[in-house]
C-alpha cells in the first residue's frame, strides 16, 4: 500500500503562489502515476495535475495550464504542484494521488489519496 500525505496549503490573497508536496510512503511509488485533485464544497473532485512515473510527462486541466507545475522526486519519494498566480476560483480541498492514467494522461483513476490539504485564496 502506499501512504501519501500533503502539506503546504494555506490563505493568500489572489495573485500570490503556494508550493504543495505530497510525501509518499510505500515501495511502488517511483513506478506509479500521481496526480493532483482538487474539490470545492458542492463541487465535485476534478483533476487538475498529472505527471508519469519519470517525470517527463506532464498534464494541466484547461483551468490551471500555465499557472500551476507539477513535478516529482523519486529519490525524496515527494511529488509537488507550484500553483502560481492564484485565483479565489482555486480554492479547494487538494489531494495528491496515485494510481493510473487513461487516455493517455487525460483521466486518472486513483488507486490511493491523500487526506488533502487546504488552499484558500481571498478576493
Known amino acids: 500500500q502506499v501512504q501519501l500525505v500533503e502539506s503546504g496549503g494555506g490563505l493568500v490573497q489572489a495573485g500570490d503562489s503556494l508550493r504543495l508536496s505530497c510525501a509518499a510512503s510505500?515501495?511502488?511509488?517511483?513506478?506509479?502515476?500521481t496526480g493532483w485533485f482538487r474539490q470545492a464544497p458542492g463541487k465535485e473532485r476534478d483533476y487538475v495535475a498529472g505527471?508519469?512515473?519519470?517525470?517527463?510527462?506532464?498534464y494541466y486541466a484547461d483551468s490551471v495550464k500555465g499557472r500551476f507545475a507539477i513535478s516529482r522526486d523519486n529519490a525524496k519519494s515527494t511529488v509537488y504542484l507550484q500553483m502560481n498566480s492564484l485565483k479565489p476560483e482555486d480554492t479547494a480541498m487538494y489531494y495528491c494521488?496515485?494510481?493510473?492514467?487513461?487516455?493517455?494522461?487525460?483521466?486518472?483513476?486513483?488507486?490511493?489519496w491523500g487526506q488533502g490539504t487546504q488552499v484558500t485564496v481571498s478576493s
Open positions: 510505500g515501495r511502488t511509488f517511483s513506478s506509479a502515476a
Open positions: 494521488a496515485t494510481g493510473r492514467f487513461l487516455r493517455g494522461m487525460e483521466e486518472m483513476r486513483p488507486d490511493y
Open positions: 505527471i508519469s512515473w519519470n517525470g517527463v510527462l506532464t
